[in-house]
């Protein structure tokens, strides 16, 4: 197993944990409950130690793929850049989250308000997964890129 391979199989978890613990601390509010609350910042919290991870093993994916056909720097570069934000965003987001378990579990008075403060910043941590997910997978899926410069062959008529 190489750091791309690594890189593929833990860099999901950010987006994929991101987009689910939103939902539940969506519930969480909805509902009033902590236990569900407590479930999405362990989701958040986990989702900031798997960002942690895929950068770590970026760089080695980097180096395997940058000089194959149809893949090029700029859009490893850009991948990157999008996937340093989303990290900043996942490491803030397991703080706040470390700390919405904190009040929770000790009944203060701020614990609701936080709980807003991780929804909003795991609102942004989702548009930016979305974002960097879609940038890394067109570096080897070049069907999802929006300018691939390649034209399609046209049909040929086999009626003349």
Do not use: W
Not at 28 to 34: A, D, P, R, S, V
């Amino acid at each position: 197993m190489n750091e791309a391979h690594l890189h593929m199989i833990v860099n999901h978890f950010p987006i994929i944990g991101t987009i689910f613990g939103l939902g539940i601390i969506i519930f969480g509010l909805f509902f009033k409950n902590n236990t569900i609350k407590n479930t999405a910042y362990s989701l958040f919290i986990v989702a900031a130690l798997f960002a942690f991870a895929s950068m770590a093993t970026g760089d080695g994916a980097e180096d395997m793929v940058k000089d194959m056909p149809n893949i090029g720097r700029k859009i490893i570069h850009e991948h990157e850049e999008m996937a340093e934000k989303l990290a900043i965003v996942l490491y803030v987001l397991g703080i706040i989250s470390i700390f919405g378990i904190y009040t929770n579990v000790k009944n203060k008075a701020k614990a609701n308000l936080v709980s807003y403060i991780a929804a909003t910043v795991a609102l942004v941590a989702v548009l930016l997964a979305m974002q960097t997910g879609t940038s890394g997978g067109e570096i080897r899926h070049t069907e999802i890129r929006e300018n691939t410069g390649a034209t399609l062959p046209e049909k040929v008529n086999k009626a003349e």
